[in-house]
């Protein structure tokens, strides 16, 4: 069984089948998961995801000296890629990131939904100066209903950004949909691919609010 599946019907977007996610990630579901677990397995899905997510980063020829001799050998041309995660629960996803890359420089999206118009607002954004060249890695739990999201997305690339991979750990088939409609340039790396919104936006099966079980202020 291959580790990454790419839909047909969503052609960028992967769905990382591993027995450790998948048992990890049905932990993760479980309600009665505390959150000190619940932020630990955030972290441990982050990590295995990553390590596919990362797979396109570039590498360039180096010379170093073995104990034994000189040898040329490959390492990370681009060695400063950019982690953002959207604020709040997309936090939970970032130490992970850095655990793999440490060198990574972190930028930060804060959005909200105006309660007239339902569209999403931007409250908070900043990321490293002199990163155009970088790629960057989006993190948030869930997709949902996908209009933050993009947003997201759009905000970056209005900044003259395009090499950008979301990562997440569930996602509907209506949010891959809408990023995939305003985005389709962008990869997107998923545990699981769930069924289904309800009528409050939340995904089903789902995990609940990522953000709420994270930070246990629910």
């Known amino acids: 069984m291959p580790l990454v599946t790419p839909l047909p019907q969503f052609p960028l977007f992967y769905c990382v089948k591993h027995p450790l996610i998948a048992h990890k990630l049905s932990l993760l579901r479980n309600k009665e998961t505390p959150a000190k677990i619940f932020r630990e397995l955030v972290a441990e899905i982050t990590l295995l995801i990553a390590y596919e997510a990362t797979q396109d980063l570039t590498l ?14 490959p390492m990370l041309k681009d060695k400063y890629p950019v982690i953002v995660p959207i604020l709040r629960a997309g936090l939970g996803m970032t130490e992970s990131f850095l655990q793999l890359i440490p060198e990574a420089r972190v930028g930060h999206i804060g959005l909200y939904r105006d309660e007239k118009t339902l569209e999403p607002q931007q409250y908070y954004f900043k990321i490293p100066q002199n990163s155009e060249g ?5 993190c948030d739990p869930m997709l949902a209903t996908g209009g933050s999201t993009a947003r997201a997305i759009q905000l970056l690339k209005d900044r003259g950004l395009h090499r950008l991979t979301l ?22 790396y998923a545990a699981a691919l769930d069924r289904q919104l309800n009528e409050h936006g939340y995904i089903l099966p789902g995990l609940g609010d990522a ?8």
């Open 134 to 138: 970088s790629a960057y890695f989006i």
């Open 60 to 73: 360039k020829e180096v010379s170093i000296e073995t104990p034994l001799e000189p040898l040329s050998t």
């Open 167 to 188: 990562v997440c750990l569930v996602a509907s088939p209506e949010g891959v949909k809408i990023v995939a409609s305003m985005h389709p340039d962008v990869k997107i």
């Open 211 to 218: 953000g709420d079980r994270l930070f246990g202020t629910k």
